[in-house]
């Protein structure tokens, strides 16, 4: 920027800034009111434990999303929404009741290993073994010889960078691992793929999450083992490479015909705009494994007691706001999708959508996919959340449930709600994720942060 | 700030930044390379888990705290620092092995209660009983009249404050509560005192710290049961008013004649300015119930981290850097204040001084009780941290063990580090105050960012 622009903008910031200081007033009053009720007379801890503990693991398809599908509209019913139910319809995949996994070498030597399989594998129709080989990364099994892989089950062990500091990126960096290694494999001639599981922790956790074959491969069975014991196995590899070592596992998960489900949708009607949108929402499904606390329990609670403390307050917003509890966002996003070519067909406007899918973690801020424009204002906020110890304010991702919401309205702006990140993939997919592991304040902070982004999205002019 | 002061401020920023861009990039790469080493050939983890497994809790005057001492030397020997041990003279209060509390009523109900006695009271010489009053806060017990309290037991049950965002605050509201209770109550003729555990949550864990007898004034028995006792209490009094409610306890706690003990230095000679230190610390001394992890074994070993780290690469500071493990804090900061005497009689100078004391949570800033221009060094920090998701930096208080510096150097900056505090005070001073409540990211993070704010404040021209 060069001088006299910065005098400019200095200029404007200051005429814009005295021009809005009865409002920043009201805000501000408005804003201590809500982190107020969130910290002193809040549900969200209680109903979170409620949807972990009397409902639990929920994928797409199984009894416990029907039983969360009609635990959400009683929620919404109760605390004063509009609610309905949109039919989808949504894969059904089922993880079985048995899994196990072994290294057994030429000396005898045998090691059990903690692993799932990932969502979407074919099961191993009984027994398997075959010679395991053993890949540092998806790059290095991309570029390698159908020779040495064909007949063989391979580990790539490719571990998150730890360097990264805020985590999803890392997650990212590793996210094609856990979606393509059985299909390359597969093309190669391995008879099945395990991965090292997505997390930055050294633990006893197995990670799960989507795997997709490409058309026309061979399915092969594909799993995750733990961190600690991909470190094992690799020093086992590493230390005995005289020895010929095999894998031996057994699943019998399998996919069924797509079946029914639902996405859960509850609005307060706009006094001033009934006819323009905000959506806001994070998804009700979750792994089949833990209890999905963190992810998404959290960004459905933040969000729902976002609107519960918005009626209490009996505020009466310019838009119409609606909350959406999306379905199936791990294996399909046919929740997200549905609902974009929904609202479209409909003909509804939509001003805003924001997302809570990052976990229950203390605030960090948000960011947004939108204009410049929508993004100065997004920056603009960050005096107003100051005391409440948010700082991030920036362009950046809305989420994967409202992301096809941009296919129907190119101009939409999608804010995603950012946590702090650190804790995260100890948790994320894994039996770990369950509700002893999210801290009650840190979970009202966030629904705090956003019923105060959505009060002030929806006092923004248009 | 008038418009023309903006723009002059603009000025300023502009020409001041174009002249340090240079420093700017070499300065973001060491700082890099600190990130990189903390969260990839971390020490700081397992230091951590050997602090508390191999030690454990280690309260002034203990043996655990005396091994924690030669810990302390023997790993600041093995990173290359020049150690030394400094005498100190410190109290010496241990719980014993008896403590039990019960309310009991009237009408044959019991109920057990959790609780700890708080540091520094007397035992109850067998079993006590007495009629239980409850008060909702310090001052509703200032205020009572002595007759309604002569020959009971009081309850004071404040609750810390909920609204605050940040919990040192809410903390900072009830400290006096802890501390005082017993000596207000003890001057209306009280026989004992129970206080609401300093906690947020409504949790099974009672929270010790120390309280403190006016001179003068007879010794009462002083503990504090778990919040969530508290609130049983509470309700069982309100729900049955015409019942007599006594409470019964015992506590063998008792003071012993103050004892040797020591603080822990260990240094990085300056190349420019040898005779100028900046001292950086946290306390060796816990609580004796838990295993000090986050208060303060997480601040020690951000430290001790930082100061490896410097060490493996090879930093030559221009001043000299001091590190202090400082011992008795928690029940009377002997060891803050006979460092700073210490440095005083040899007629040291101090640069500069850094603290943590906060938890090994993840890092939000740091704050400064120093002079306008400190400050304003400080927060011009925030660029360089703003990668590494800190933002707080802003006039506020250095710590209990560097304090005592500013009666020797009133113009001495003192910093302290600030980590996310919303889970501080579910471990605080409590049983769960272990190990496994500290993750491991988080207390990285840590250790680099007081890395990295060593470098710079080393940096800073005087």
Not at 19 to 25: G, L
Not at 155 to 179: H, S
Not at 344 to 355: D, T
Request: hydrophobic share 35%.
């Amino acid at each position: 920027m060069k001088l006299v622009s910065l005098i400019s903008f200095t200029l404007f910031s200051f005429l814009f800034y005295s021009q809005h200081a009865t409002s920043e007033i009201s805000d501000s009053s408005f804003i201590r009111s809500i982190y107020t009720t969130a910290l002193t007379e809040g549900n969200a801890y209680e109903d979170l434990r409620f949807l972990c503990k009397e409902i639990g693991a929920r994928i797409t398809g199984s009894t416990e999303a029907q039983m969360a599908i009609e635990w959400g509209k009683d929620k919404m019913d109760s605390y004063g929404l509009e609610t309905k139910l949109h039919e989808i319809q949504v894969p059904h995949w089922e993880r079985g009741t048995k899994e196990a996994f072994y290294l057994k070498s030429s000396n005898g030597t045998h090691i059990k290993l903690r692993g799932l399989a990932l969502g979407g594998s074919i099961g191993t129709n009984g027994t398997m073994r075959a010679e395991l080989i053993e890949f540092e990364s998806l790059d290095a099994l991309k570029i390698s010889d159908s020779e040495v892989v064909k007949g063989k089950i391979v580990f790539v062990n490719q571990p998150m960078n730890a360097k990264q500091i805020q985590t999803f990126k890392a997650y990212g960096g590793c996210y094609p691992l856990r979606g393509n290694s059985a299909s390359i494999a597969a093309e190669k001639g391995a008879t099945g793929t395990i991965i090292r599981s997505l997390g930055l922790a050294s633990d006893p956790h197995p990670h799960t999450g989507s795997m997709y074959y490409k058309e026309g491969v061979t399915k092969i069975p594909a799993a995750a083992i733990c961190t600690a014991d991909a470190d094992q196995v690799h020093d086992y590899i590493n230390n005995n490479s005289k020895e010929k070592i095999e894998l031996i596992m057994e699943m019998d998960c399998r996919s069924f015909p797509d079946s029914k489900s639902y996405n859960v949708l509850g609005e307060i009607k706009g006094k001033a705009f009934a006819d323009e949108v905000i959506t806001v929402g994070g998804h009700l499904d979750s792994w089949d494994t833990g209890e999905g606390a963190h992810d998404d329990g959290a960004g459905i609670i933040h969000c729902l007691e976002a609107f519960r403390i918005l009626k209490k307050m009996n505020y009466k917003p310019n838009h119409t706001l609606r909350l959406v509890f999306f379905m199936n966002e791990e294996n399909g996003n046919k929740g997200g999708k549905t609902y974009a070519k929904w609202v479209k067909e409909n003909n509804e406007k939509h001003f805003a959508a924001i997302e809570s899918d990052r976990g229950g973690f203390a605030p960090r801020g948000f960011t947004c996919d939108g204009s410049e424009t929508d993004i100065k204002w997004l920056t603009s906020l960050a005096p107003i959340f100051k005391d409440y110890d948010l700082h991030i304010f920036e362009k950046g991702y809305g989420g994967v449930d409202i992301g096809p919401l941009k296919d129907s309205y190119p101009n939409i702006p999608l804010f995603g709600f950012v946590p702090d990140s650190q804790r995260y993939f100890d948790m994320h997919h894994s039996p770990n994720d369950i509700f002893e592991n999210v801290n009650k304040r840190e979970l009202e902070l966030g629904a705090a942060a956003i019923a105060s982004f959505i009060y002030l999205l929806d006092q923004k002019q248009p």
